[in-house]
């Protein structure tokens, strides 16, 4: 709230000698300036959603929150120091990505790693990031591509060292170019829902020999971008999403043969 005080005087207005004042305005004698909040303005509601939203999913993400946890909205409040209703609002999209599960009359918890909604969630990844390097390519510059080179460059060094979270990180970087410079805001909204659910199988790839077998897959990538082929290109991000394997572990799933 903006605090209780008077108007400020900056300057006065004065009358040069021997010149008459048009009229008697008090408010020409003085300019007066908007009192100085003394606190900042509170944090925009659609910020603080958004915020909230993040967090949650990226500590279901990063395995903060196990499969199967619990999820109390008024523990998750106290945690994020906020009120209930951006907890409520974000575990309603968490739901809608498949990161949580949400039953009437019993508490929310985090989705078990299911093997279908990973499959699912790689086919539409894919298919998004093929959609937006196909557009991006005719539009990307030098120092986009530069920008893809030097997010591979740590995303190889994070691989290996063995820092997942580093690995993610510049993974992130390196797709998001042309996501970006592709302008389709349907297309990043899609990914948006369901990339967390690929991310939670990705930190098996990235925290393994596998990893190694991406650094490369990038380097192809980037060099059909720079070669203009985007074809090409959109093929090979594909791909690199695609080829994420789905379990490290035999399933009792239906095969899937593009796997």
């Known amino acids: 709230m903006y605090a209780t005080r008077a108007l400020v005087p900056l300057r006065r207005h004065t009358t040069p000698p021997g010149s008459r004042a048009v009229a008697d305005d008090p408010a020409r004698d003085a300019i007066y300036c908007v009192p100085i909040p003394e606190t900042a303005p509170g944090l925009d509601r659609s910020l603080l959603r958004d915020d909230?939203?993040?967090?949650?999913?990226?500590?279901i993400v990063d395995g903060t929150f196990a499969p199967g946890e619990q999820l109390r909205d008024l523990e998750l409040a106290a945690w994020l120091g906020v009120s209930r209703t951006p907890v409520r609002e974000a575990l309603l999209r968490l739901a809608q990505c498949g990161l949580v599960e949400a039953q009437p009359g019993r508490s929310t918890a985090v989705s078990p790693l299911d093997v279908r909604?990973?499959?699912d969630?790689?086919?539409v990844v894919g298919?998004?990031?093929e959609v937006a390097v196909r557009e991006?390519?005719?539009?990307l510059t030098e120092a986009d591509l530069e920008a893809m080179r030097d997010a591979n460059r740590r995303f190889a060094a994070a691989v290996e060292s063995g820092d997942v979270e580093a690995a993610l990180h510049a993974d992130d970087e390196l797709h998001g170019v042309p996501v970006t410079i592709?302008?389709?805001?349907?297309?990043?909204?899609?990914?948006?829902?369901?990339?967390?659910?690929l991310r939670r199988a990705e930190r098996l790839r990235f925290g393994s020999q596998r990893g190694h077998a991406s650094?490369?897959?990038?380097?192809?990538l980037i060099r059909l971008c720079?070669?203009?082929?985007a074809e090409g290109a959109a093929a090979v991000a594909y791909d690199t999403w695609h080829s994420l394997p789905i379990s490290d572990e035999p399933t009792t799933d239906t095969p899937d043969p593009d796997a």
Request: neutral net charge.
């Open 136 to 139: 991006a390519v005719p539009a």
């Open 127 to 129: 298919a998004m990031h």
């Open 121 to 123: 969630a790689r086919d």
């Open 215 to 220: 650094v490369a897959q990038h380097d192809e």
């Open 182 to 197: 592709s302008g389709n805001r349907a297309l990043a909204t899609v990914l948006e829902q369901f990339t967390p659910t």
């Open 226 to 229: 720079a070669a203009g082929d």
């Open 117 to 119: 909604a990973v499959r």
């Open 52 to 59: 909230v939203y993040r967090r949650l999913r990226d500590a």
